[in-house]
């Protein structure tokens, strides 16, 4: 089969199409005739070096697909051949077969087209897991979303604004607030010019965000920490402004 991976990382042009053998369903495991994959920040990150995949993951990129079932291993109870499906990989998407776990495949939601479904898995396991699991926001809460245009921004919009929360984003110009604001958002801050500590303390008379879902790290530590609410919970999921902050724990014991 074909299968694209990268050489030496670099730019777009490191991207190579090579001819690989055919992915085998190991016991537990569907191998998948894909139809469709996202395109995530991290395979960007994968491409340029930048973001090392997990050990003993495929070299082949790719996080997610959709397609069709074509093969299951021993013990696969779950899924039968010719099922319309989409998943979770921790590698080798890019390809036109691919083996997983089948734990991390799904059906295809009703509604959503083949196509459409290779796009979902990846942002939509991103935000239930950190938005909802682990910072455990309520209906009533204030969501801060930071890219709230982005493929991880706008989804934590419709997922936060379908069960009811208050949503506040963060992004980088009038056509992506605009953009937020169809799909849900209540409040919309232009990063650029807008400082959004002061912008959603004034939008929520004082009380600041519930949770906050970060993908700046560094660079937002301190006016996350201060755009919190009390108990608020602060998600960091991506480190695009810098690893290293200061913490200011007076600041923290306040809350
Ligand atoms: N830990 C995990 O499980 C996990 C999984 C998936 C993604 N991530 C991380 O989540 C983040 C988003 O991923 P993605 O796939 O959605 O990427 P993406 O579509 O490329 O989105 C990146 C976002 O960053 C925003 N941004 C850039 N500078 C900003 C600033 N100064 N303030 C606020 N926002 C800013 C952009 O906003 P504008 O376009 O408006 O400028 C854009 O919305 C990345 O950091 C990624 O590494 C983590």
Not at 38 to 43: K, P, S
Not at 215 to 229: D, E, F, I, P, S
């Amino acid at each position: 089969m074909r299968a694209v991976i990268v050489d030496e990382p670099g730019g777009v042009e490191s991207l190579d199409v090579v001819e690989v053998d055919d992915p085998v369903a190991g016991p537990g495991e569907v191998v998948i005739d894909v139809a469709a994959v996202g395109v995530n920040r991290a395979d960007l990150l994968q491409r340029q070096g930048r973001y090392d995949p997990p050990p003993g993951a495929s070299r082949i990129l790719g996080l997610e697909c959709s397609g069709t079932v074509a093969a299951v291993g021993d013990g696969v109870e779950r899924w039968t051949v010719g099922t319309q499906v989409c998943a979770l990989l921790s590698g080798g998407g890019y390809a036109e077969k691919v083996a997983v776990p089948e734990g991390q495949v799904a059906a295809v939601p009703a509604g959503v087209d083949l196509v459409e479904a290779g796009g979902v898995v990846e942002v939509a396991a991103t935000v239930w897991s950190n938005v909802f699991m682990v910072a455990g926001l309520q209906p009533a809460e204030t969501l801060l979303v930071h890219g709230g245009a982005g493929g991880v921004g706008t989804m934590a919009v419709q997922l936060a604004h379908a069960l009811g929360a208050r949503v506040a984003i963060t992004a980088g110009s009038t056509r992506k607030l605009d953009a937020c604001r169809e799909l849900g958002a209540d409040i919309a801050i232009n990063y650029h010019d807008q400082d959004f500590v002061r912008e959603l303390r004034s939008a929520t008379d004082g009380h600041g965000a519930d949770v906050i879902l970060d993908n700046m790290g560094a660079q937002y530590l301190t006016r996350n920490v201060a755009a919190l609410a009390p108990n608020g919970r602060l998600v960091v999921i991506g480190l695009q402004g810098g690893t290293k902050g200061e913490l200011d724990l007076g600041v923290l014991l306040g809350k």
